[in-house]
């Protein structure tokens, strides 16, 4: 969240746009860390981008994101894929 930008003329851009339950991660009983989360992706979007001119005060700027090209969606996949390889070597090996 940007507290101060500028006026001005700025391109305002979404990419790897997701809906994400997280779910927090069992600690061991005594444990002082901060709590963890898995992040589970329900849906994923397209990119977008707008361009935006700020003049003073602004609220609730909201951008339209698509659904995902089949490229974008394939790299999705990919990288969850990636990312489960990293966290569970063992696992995929077999």
Same mark, same amino acid.
């Given at each position: 969240?940007?507290?101060?930008? $500028?006026? +001005?003329?700025?391109?305002?851009?979404?990419?790897?746009?997701? =809906?994400? #339950?997280? &779910?927090? !991660?069992?600690? /061991?009983?005594?444990?002082?860390?901060?709590?963890?989360?898995?992040?589970?992706?329900?849906? $994923?979007? +397209?990119?977008?981008?707008?361009?935006?001119?700020?003049?003073? =005060?602004? #609220?609730? &700027?909201? !951008?339209?994101? /698509?659904?995902?090209?089949?490229?974008?969606?394939?790299?999705?996949?990919?990288?969850?894929?990636?990312?489960?390889?990293?966290?569970?070597?063992?696992?995929?090996?077999?």
């Amino acid at each position: 969240m940007l507290s101060l930008i $500028f006026e +001005g003329e700025y391109i305002l851009s979404s990419m790897l746009s997701a =809906d994400v #339950d997280y &779910v927090q !991660i069992p600690q /061991p009983h005594a444990s002082i860390a901060p709590p963890q989360y898995r992040a589970n992706p329900r849906h $994923f979007y +397209g990119s977008a981008s707008m361009p935006l001119h700020v003049n003073g =005060d602004m #609220d609730a &700027v909201i !951008i339209s994101v /698509p659904e995902p090209t089949p490229k974008e969606d394939q790299m999705y996949k990919d990288a969850i894929r990636q990312q489960e390889q990293q966290n569970h070597p063992a696992a995929t090996q077999q």
